[in-house]
């Protein structure tokens, strides 16, 4: 094996999973190199965030993913930058990786525009860290409300706030909805959970831009019918502890959750090509990069256009056919072949909202609602790996659909982290919120009040 091309594929995401997979016991020797020692399927990392899954139903060792490909190593380490000349991958601990073929595929992060700081207050959702972060904040907030009400005889009002409305800004809305109106409502005896407050930001004129315009109005419909308040139009301008800023009105919030832009991996500034502003790289339609016949980059960090003119969309599919194609080229080139040229197949899109609603999108074939959760239910079901994450997520989702019931509602940390949590949840600076209450929501205190 080592007298065979080295290929070098940086991530154990879905494209670099899916080029280590396209390139399993073929004559090359591959190296996988990712900072962790797991693939998480990101689509359902909001069900994480939300209770409904554990992390260990949704992630799966790569080393077991991989361990029939006998010409793939696995490396835990960090990749921090590259010397192109010399074709080496340099980690963290200052140690090389020599590489004939390199594939990038290192994703992407969420955005802040800017607002780095924000991130303390306001935590994306692209790791498991990242969603257990979330689960605990939203939890905290229900027991600290419980707390309150219990020693003062009364609770300021939960918000939760949710910046974009994207695929997953309309998920996790839709899941704190139905947490706080389904899961939780019979579990906490001095709150009433059900008048918690979900508001969905959203800066365009439409959630789920992505869609057709019908599409994207039945989500809307479809989110305010289990009590989600969906604000187009709507910029956040600054985010503080307890608080956002939309336009010019501060809102109390005990939990926001931000789901608004993404960011390529700062992999793609280090391969001496000019990237955009969101950090990807431009690619040629084969994959490569300017001048580097023998370097792929794929997935999220790829900037593209389709032959439409549309770019190439950040999502699964297109990095795992991007995959396919790289793992592709690098065989033909050994064999002294020309390359492909990358051709995107959009198989459809599809976005949950809450139990038994959905929309999804293929071509002219569109749907929503009952039919449209079922087929995405059964399309996750089918793309995650392993036979016994399958069966213990169709166990989860079943029993949660009977019983209304979140399996996962743990929150996890030492005592200090829950203490910074709640000191953290805690801060309610005095502000003006400018944007009314529904009259549902105020009946639903105002009830709970009386009964005290």
């Not at 029939?68 to 990749?79: S, T, Y």
């Not at 390199?102 to 800017?114: M, N």
């Not at 947490?179 to 059900?194: C, E, W, Y």
Request: with cysteine.
């Amino acid at each position: 094996m080592t007298n065979r091309p080295k290929v070098v594929i940086i991530g154990g995401g879905f494209g670099g999973l899916q080029a280590a997979k396209a390139l399993k016991n073929e004559k090359v020797a591959v190296t996988l190199i990712d900072r962790k020692n797991h693939h998480t399927f990101q689509p359902l990392l909001y069900q994480v965030a939300t209770a409904v899954l554990s992390p260990g139903e949704i992630a799966s060792p790569i080393r077991r993913i991989l361990n029939r490909a006998k010409n793939v190593e696995v490396l835990l380490g960090e990749v921090v930058g590259f010397d192109l000349d010399k074709q080496t991958v340099k980690l963290l601990d200052n140690s090389e990786v020599p590489y004939d073929y390199l594939i990038v595929a290192a994703g992407a992060r969420h955005a802040y525009f800017g607002h780095d700081e924000w991130e303390e207050f306001a935590p994306g959702l692209k790791t498991l860290e990242d969603a257990l972060e979330i689960r605990r904040r939203v939890l905290l907030a229900f027991e600290l409300a419980e707390k309150q009400a219990v020693l003062t005889g009364s609770h300021e009002p939960l918000h939760f706030v949710v910046v974009g409305g994207g695929p997953t800004g309309v998920e996790v809305a839709g899941a704190i909805a139905g947490i706080a109106r389904q899961a939780l409502a019979k579990d906490f005896k001095a709150i009433d959970t059900t008048s918690a407050r979900v508001m969905l930001f959203e800066g365009s004129d439409k959630v789920l831009g992505t869609f057709s315009p019908e599409l994207s109005e039945s989500a809307k419909k479809q989110l305010e019918e289990i009590g989600v308040e969906v604000h187009l139009k709507s910029f956040v301008t600054d985010i503080e502890p307890g608080r956002v800023k939309v336009g010019e009105n501060w809102i109390d919030c005990e939990v926001v959750v931000w789901a608004s832009g993404v960011s390529a991996s700062p992999l793609g500034k280090m391969l001496g090509v000019e990237t955009d502003r969101a950090g990807r790289v431009p690619v040629n339609k084969d994959l490569t990069i300017p001048n580097r016949k023998n370097v792929f980059v794929i997935g999220d960090m790829v900037s593209l256009l389709q032959e439409n003119g549309k770019p190439v969309p950040g999502v699964a599919p297109a990095a795992m056919q991007m995959a396919d194609l790289a793992a592709e080229n690098i065989l033909r080139d050994i064999r002294g072949l020309f390359y492909h040229d990358f051709k995107y197949w959009d198989k459809g899109s599809m976005a949950t909202i809450g139990r038994s609603k959905a929309i999804a999108e293929a071509g002219r074939f569109k749907m929503s609602g009952f039919i449209a959760w079922l087929a995405w239910l059964f399309v996750h079901l089918i793309s995650l790996i392993g036979f016994r994450n399958r069966l213990w997520v169709l166990t989860e989702w079943f029993w949660a659909y009977l019983t209304r019931e979140r399996a996962a509602r743990l929150i996890t940390g030492d005592a200090e982290e829950l203490q910074d949590a709640l000191k953290f949840l805690e801060a309610k600076p005095i502000s003006s919120e400018l944007i009314e209450k529904p009259k549902e929501a105020k009946k639903s205190v105002k009830k709970k009040e009386q009964k005290a």
